[in-house]
């Protein structure tokens, strides 16, 4: 059975920092292109960041110079590093896995970012 699961996230004020983490079970991430999605209230989910299996990074405008995406093949975990967040950046934030046919998510960790 597949898992993923995220971590990390919290209140944080305007200009802070977190790192989520999504650990996953049931697949092997370095062979997938394991992304990072968000959805803010009434609003659809959107992509943040993806990395691929050769380490290929993609991000949205939004978040390009702020959001860092990487992996941990050793550990089978992809991280988000986020750093001077803002307000607008306050979403639920979901792991997400591909690989062909296969696409997998995670549950999603809340991301508040107060002003």
């Known amino acids: 059975q597949v898992q993923l699961v995220e971590s990390g996230g919290g209140l944080v004020q305007a200009g802070g920092s977190l790192r989520l983490s999504c650990a996953a079970s049931g697949i092997t991430t370095s062979i997938f292109t394991m992304g990072w999605y968000r959805q803010a209230p009434g609003k659809q989910r959107e992509l943040v960041a993806t990395?691929?299996?050769?380490?290929?990074?993609n991000y949205a405008d939004s978040v390009k110079g702020r959001f860092t995406i990487s992996r941990d093949n050793t550990k089978n975990t992809v991280y988000l590093q986020l750093n001077t967040l803002k307000p607008e950046d306050t979403a639920v934030y979901y792991c997400?896995?591909?690989?062909?046919?296969?696409?997998?998510w995670g549950q999603g960790t809340q991301v508040t970012v107060s002003s």
């Open positions: 990395i691929s299996s050769a380490g290929s990074t």
């Open positions: 997400n896995g591909k690989l062909r046919w296969q696409n997998y």
